[in-house]
């Protein structure tokens, strides 16, 4: 089990751990690389092209501003493209999420929210359970360890608002 993380700057890195961090704790490999689709297209070209024969399952791109990585990536290879637009224009990242999301018929990068590495990477845990059905059980782990959460918080809420009434 194998992800690529792509970003087209490395002061994307802070938004980007997550996904990396999370990868991991599923048991996922992860190779992280900085290419820009406009400043380094050779690299991005080489890179999404041998992605598969590397044992690269699924890629999560993220870009700001233009933000043509993702797309740039989908082009080369017929693997899943998550993409994840970056906050990093004056614009809040909306221009990258036009970006991402305005793709051609034919050539699809499956897009995240602003700055959304975490569900990228759970995305891409999805899209790998289909053939590693061991990443299910984790799934549904740690999903009830959210349900936990949340009620865990609402109680101490409860608790909380009735002292002070």
């Known amino acids: 089990m194998k992800v690529a993380i792509i970003m087209g700057s490395n002061s994307d890195w802070p938004i980007l751990e997550p996904a990396e961090k999370t ?3 599923y048991g996922i490999e992860v190779e ?6 406009h400043r380094t297209p ?15 399952e699924v890629i999560i791109a993220a870009a700001g501003a233009a933000a043509h990585l993702g797309g740039v990536i989908a082009a080369y290879t017929t693997l899943p493209v998550i993409g994840i637009p ?6 809040n990242g909306m221009d990258a ?7 051609p018929a034919g050539i699809p990068v499956a897009t995240m929210a602003i700055n959304g590495a975490k ?13 590693y059905p061991e990443l299910v059980g984790k799934m549904a782990e740690e999903r ?4 936990a959460e949340v ?3 609402g109680a101490k809420l409860s608790e909380e608002r009735a002292r002070t009434k």
């Open 151 to 153: 009620a865990a918080k």
């Open 23 to 25: 990868l991991l704790k």
């Open 42 to 56: 050779d690299v991005v070209h080489e890179y999404a092209a041998h992605a598969r024969q590397k044992g690269v």
């Open 86 to 91: 970056i906050n990093a224009t004056p614009l």
């Open 97 to 103: 999420l036009l970006s991402f999301v305005q793709m």
């Open 119 to 131: 569900n990228a990477a759970i995305f891409a845990v999805q899209i790998l359970s289909l053939k």
């Open 144 to 147: 009830e360890n959210m349900r």
């Open 32 to 37: 992280v690389l900085v290419a820009s689709a």
